[in-house]
């Protein structure tokens, strides 16, 4: 297997709340095609090949919002805990948590189907370039840095030649207890593997709340915490609990971030990359009713 490194920067917790998951629960299936031509990434599996072409961007100007939001939305799927359910779980948790069966037919069922996995980077040159995607592109993203994502998720996803997205939230990194957390080293093998480390605050505060030194605690922090870790720089951001406003957007421009993910329908008129849209996975879905939703929902 011959494997490509993209080197770019990328949970809730169920116990702090979660994400607000907007997706409907359907059955019957559908399938999309990406008509674009081109491809971007050269990456070979045992299970297909892609060829791509790193475009050079200098000097191009980035598309305006009406644009952005014209282009087709690409599936962005948002994982957190990857384990089999307890009897002490709650009907609302158990959306957050997907048994490991579960989760393994989901992505085999994205690759049976033909989906391939992609990185913020490509959704961003796509988004704000133009640049085209692999066929039936897919976007898998882990939020708030469970261990089992890790021991779990990177693994089957490999098994598919497929890269993830993690948004980490620093508070937690290391800690075992009620529920067991990457550690430094965790985080640095996905990067260092291909996958995408991207910021998603210290301790899962509310970003519509962020007032004074919260952009310091919550953003400047968390940054040079996963910068160090993983020697990228941090481009990628994921709102807690998906919710977000506009006048926090700029905050996020000043840091350097490119791109910011929500859980919502909504998207900013202005500020479409900073709303790029994902739907949880839920703990309920069979493969079908997953890629049915994927299909409605972008």
Known sequence: MKKIILSISVLSLIFLGGCNSSNSKTTDSVTTTNDSTEVLASVKTEEKTETTVTQ?????????????????QVPILCYHQIRDWRATDSKTAKDYIIPVATFKAQMKMLADSGYNSIQPEQLYNYLAYGDALPEKPVMLTFDD????????GAKVLDQYGYKGVYFIMTVSIGKKGKVHYMSKEDIKDLA?????????????KNFKKYTGEDWVQQLDKPTAKLEEITGRKMLDFAYPFGLWNSEGIPELKKRGFRAAYALADKRDEKEPL??????????????????????RSF
């Open 192 to 204: 260092d593997r291909g996958n995408t480390i991207g910021s998603h605050t210290y301790d899962h």
């Open 274 to 295: 900073y709303t790029i849209r994902r739907i949880i996975a839920s703990g309920y879905w069979s493969p079908k009713t997953l890629h049915t939703s994927m299909v």
């Open 145 to 152: 840095t469970d261990y089992d994502q890790y021991e779990v």
């Open 56 to 72: 050079n961007h200098e000097g191009k100007k980035i598309a305006d919002a009406a644009t952005i939001l014209a282009r087709k």
